[in-house]
């Protein structure tokens, strides 16, 4: 089975805090993504990566940026936390162009309270 | 653009009885459909999935859903619904041969009533 693990479940952190949400996938997936979560919104794309080192901005990436070094390995960085980024964060993968489905593998969420 | 509006952002039902969760998308090319569910506390998993072929699509849970191109829709629909059925639903679109970006509707969230 696929598993994608996010680092924590529920984070709490002061304003104006250097945040990281690492997330990593085990099945060898190209893709990666980062989506903040609210309520009546839907999930919105922050960022997602194709490979190693490449980005790309998704719909909403202001006051976020991402790194990916290894392959498996996603992390999305809120270099200076404020409030309205207090959110449910989730991070998924998928196999690149070159698989067959291209559905996207979920990790279990990051609720992130920012004070 | 391609995009996904979900009709419904809350479907109360009672248990046992047939629930239809609406899902339409615009796009001006050929797409591939999915329907994500995420129960409390939970992160998506993946529902069902129409790529080609049949336009009627099962999927777990006795779920099911068909693709109806000339209305641009993709409703899921399950017969008989269970407590466990209680989560939130959501409908995705990505284009067949674009990048590997999928576009979410908002969501549904289906209240199962005892």
């Known amino acids: 089975d696929v598993k994608v693990t996010q680092s924590s479940r529920y984070l709490v952190k002061r304003t104006g805090e250097k945040v990281f949400l690492e997330c990593v996938q085990d099945?060898?997936?190209?893709?990666m993504f980062w989506y903040r979560q609210d309520p009546g919104l839907g999930l919105r794309l922050i960022y997602f990566?194709?490979?190693?080192?490449?980005?790309e901005k998704g719909d909403i990436p202001e006051g976020y940026s991402v790194s990916r070094e290894k392959k498996e390995r996603f992390s999305l960085i809120l270099e200076s936390a404020s409030t309205n980024q207090t959110s449910m964060y989730l991070c998924?993968?998928?196999?690149?162009?070159?698989?067959?489905?291209?559905?996207?593998?979920f990790g279990p969420g990051t609720r992130l309270t920012v004070l | 653009a391609q995009s996904v509006t979900q009709l419904d952002s809350q479907v109360p039902v009672f248990e046992e009885a047939p629930v239809e969760l609406r899902c339409n998308y615009s796009?001006?090319?050929?797409?591939?459909l999915f329907w994500y569910v995420q129960y409390p506390n939970q992160g998506l998993q993946l529902l069902l999935k129409?790529?080609?072929?049949?336009?009627l699509v099962k999927g777990i849970n006795g779920f099911e859903a068909e693709f109806n191109k000339s209305q641009t829709s993709f409703h899921l629909r399950k017969p008989s619904v269970h407590i466990s059925d209680t989560a939130e639903y959501f409908c995705?679109?990505?284009?067949?041969?674009?990048?590997?970006?999928?576009?979410f509707g908002k969501g549904t969230r289906l209240h199962i009533l005892p």
């Open positions: 998924a993968s998928s196999p690149g162009l070159a698989g067959f489905y291209n559905e996207q593998f």
């Open positions: 099945m060898d997936h190209e893709n």
């Open positions: 990566s194709y490979d190693v080192k490449m980005k």
């Open positions: 796009s001006s090319v050929s797409v591939y």
């Open positions: 129409y790529l080609s072929g049949s336009t």
């Open positions: 995705a679109v990505k284009i067949t041969n674009r990048d590997d970006k999928i576009i």
